[in-house]
Nanobody, 121 residues
Framework: QLQLVESGGGLVQPGGTLRLSCAAS????????IGWFRQAPGKEREWLGC???????ISTIYADSVEDRFTIARGNTINLHMNNLQPEDTAVYYC???????????????WGQGTQVTVSS
């Protein structure tokens, strides 16, 4: 069974940086597209980006709202590097997997349990 675990969340001051990791068990990370999402209290899930198969190749894509601050990096885990964090970035952050990249949360099949990011002074 596909299993994803997010880690790296915590409390950070405005302007700070965090790196979140998405680790997989039961499948090879390189086989799947991995999307990053977040959900703040009272808000819908927000798509942040995705890395994996897209069209005829492999791509990494980002939401317009975060592309200047967030970076998805592939390694042993799929990492989300977040720079210049602000209070409005406070949310539970999730990674999710599917066969290829999508900007629609409901298109993803497997989800982690999330990791809390709190940006506050």
């Amino acid at each position: 069974q596909l299993q994803l675990v997010e880690s790296g969340g915590g409390l950070v001051q405005p302007g700070g940086t965090l790196r979140l990791s998405c680790a997989a068990s039961g499948f090879d990370l390189s086989t799947y597209a991995i999307g990053w999402f977040r959900q703040a209290p009272g808000k819908e899930r927000e798509w942040l980006g995705c890395t994996g198969r897209l069209g005829n190749g492999i791509s990494t894509i980002y939401a317009d709202s975060v592309e200047d601050r967030f970076t998805i990096a592939r390694g042993n885990t799929i990492n989300l590097h977040m720079n210049n964090l602000q209070p409005e970035d406070t949310a539970v952050y999730y990674c999710a997997a599917r066969s290829f990249c999508s900007g629609v949360a409901t298109a993803f099949n497997s989800w982690g349990q999330g990791t809390q990011v709190t940006v506050s002074s």
